[in-house]
């Protein structure tokens, strides 16, 4: 809610999407922890080779158990394993210990943490201990506990962070074959509060819009329509492959006739019809719209799915206003404070990477502004195939060192120093930018004129002949392309369009640059 929403609202159109900011609200993140559930201290011991003559020896919380080879008849991985089980369970209490194959998984029954220590007499080669944290990814057994979180550290020879692998077993099951996925930290943030971010305004199916928080929500639209026919208590809807099944939750908006609006339960239905029963007895017939309960999702921000707060760090604007919002090379983008933060590629709700083990193009861009002065980004607008950035006395373009914008080439750079104001949104007309500038009771209107061949950058006061002709209260920008026409309206006066015509002749030199009002029903 906002008392000005004029100031403090900003929106973008993207398809059937508009995404609303409120300026005065601090994006923030949820409270919730990512996988509580598999937040706990256990470990798993893999026996990965064995050898005649050989000791394997396993200390959990004080307590050795050994198994020597030099008598066994047989040599099996699965047999020192069962052997290093019994022991444990002859000499523990309060652990609870599996073992599948070659490999054991040791937990505490109530979660809490534990030590753990081996060896082999082989030059410690046949057994690996992974206790929440392992070397090397390759060390980690293909038989582990589903859902049980490893932290990779890598080595001197990797050139990645950190990051952490969950383990999916194949059937579901507690302690099996399975393969690991890489996944986020345990035990950090990983969501958005979905109350502090963007909301959307959404064109439903049935035309009508809905106005929701990103949150994955579940809605019903009334996308089906029909007739219907009641006796008694049992009514019939006639509607050509409407695709619903018996047990279906049905919302009815009845148009005609004396059918009162429910939520009935779908008792029968064929390819054209369905009937349902109501407790009443009528007769009646007529019109009806219809659709299943909670036939369509909202769209939900992306979480954080892999790595941590230093290698999957949360989006600038988090703890922050986002100032504005925009659209460039389909991506979403959100200004806040001296950044610009662009969603993944053709992924508008995601602004955390896919990965941390390499750097994709398609991931998030999260840039800063950099500059000697204060320079909080207000606007953004497009021009050509580059970005131009508004703060209140300096213009910042985003380009690219590549043609492709990625988080490795995206960079933004100062082109020009004017003042400006983001009471009125900038627009852009071809290879032109036309933004405000207030001086007193008055403003300026610049003009910024970018032609990538020519390598022009300027900004010129298109008001410099007419100083007192545009107040300092416009809030608003529309251009014609089509008719060269620049049109400001203010507050003070809604009615009165304060209109800019301009013509440019050979080699983009301005020949005209005329300003006049025009006064829509002068009495008002």
Not at 103 to 122: A, E, L
Not at 124 to 139: C, G, H, L, P
Not at 271 to 290: A, H
Request: charged share 20%.
């Amino acid at each position: 809610n906002t008392s000005d929403p004029r100031s403090v609202i900003k929106t973008v159109t993207i398809a059937d999407y508009t995404f609303v900011v409120n300026t005065s609200v601090t994006a923030a993140m949820d409270s919730t922890l990512s996988e509580a559930s598999s937040n706990i201290t256990q470990a798993v011991v893999f026996i990965n080779q064995v050898s005649d003559k050989t000791t394997y020896s396993l200390t959990v919380d004080g307590v050795t158990v050994t198994d020597d080879t030099t008598s066994d008849t047989t040599l099996s991985t699965t047999q020192v394993a069962t052997d290093l089980v019994s022991g444990l369970n002859s000499g523990l209490t309060g652990f609870t210990i599996a073992r599948n194959g070659p490999v054991i998984h040791i937990k505490k029954s109530d979660g809490s943490n534990f030590s753990i220590d081996g060896n082999d007499t082989q030059g410690n080669t046949q057994m690996t201990i992974v206790k929440d944290t392992i070397q090397r990814f390759t060390d980690l057994p293909t038989v582990s506990p589903n859902g049980y979180i490893v932290e990779v550290k890598g080595d001197e020879n990797t050139d990645f962070d950190n990051y952490y692998v969950k383990f999916v077993t194949n059937n579901g099951n507690a302690f099996e074959e399975g393969q690991w996925e890489e996944c986020v930290q345990p035990g950090i943030e990983f969501k958005f509060n979905y109350d502090t971010m963007p909301h959307v305004l959404v064109r439903q199916a049935d035309g009508n819009f809905r106005f929701a928080r990103v949150d994955g929500g579940l809605y019903t639209v009334l996308n089906l329509s029909g007739t219907y026919s009641r006796s008694g208590s049992t009514t019939t809807v006639t509607s050509a492959n409407h695709g619903l099944l018996s047990g279906d939750a049905v919302q009815l908006d009845f148009t005609s006739g004396d059918g009162v609006d429910d939520v009935i339960t779908i008792s029968s239905a064929n390819t054209d019809t369905f009937t349902f029963t109501q407790s009443n007895s009528l007769t009646t017939s007529g019109n009806v719209t219809f659709g299943k309960i909670n036939n369509y999702t909202l769209p939900k921000w992306g979480e954080r799915t892999v790595g941590d707060l230093d290698s999957a760090p949360n989006p600038s604007f988090i703890g922050s206003k986002i100032n504005n919002v925009f659209f460039f090379r389909n991506r979403l983008g959100f200004l806040a404070d001296d950044n610009v933060v662009l969603s993944r590629a053709a992924e508008f709700f995601n602004f955390f990477p896919e990965t941390v083990l390499s750097v994709i193009d398609s991931e998030p861009i999260d840039v800063a502004a950099s500059h000697t002065k204060v320079a909080i980004l207000r606007t953004a607008v497009t021009v050509e195939q580059e970005l131009l950035l508004f703060s209140d006395q300096t213009q910042f373009v985003l380009t690219s060192s590549t043609d492709n914008l990625t988080p490795r080439t995206a960079n933004v750079v100062v082109v020009t120093e004017f003042e400006s104001d983001d009471d009125a949104q900038p627009v852009g007309a071809g290879s032109s930018i036309y933004y405000l500038s207030k001086r007193g009771s008055f403003a300026n209107v610049r003009e910024y004129v970018y032609q990538r061949d020519l390598v022009i950058r300027e900004s010129s006061n298109i008001t410099v002949h007419v100083p007192k002709l545009i107040p300092s209260n416009l809030f608003k920008f529309a251009v014609s392309t089509s008719a060269d026409v620049l049109v400001c309206l203010g507050t003070d006066e809604p009615n009165k369009l304060y209109i800019n015509r301009w013509l440019y002749g050979q080699q983009y030199q301005k020949i005209l640059n005329s300003w006049s009002t025009f006064t829509i029903n002068e009495n008002r």
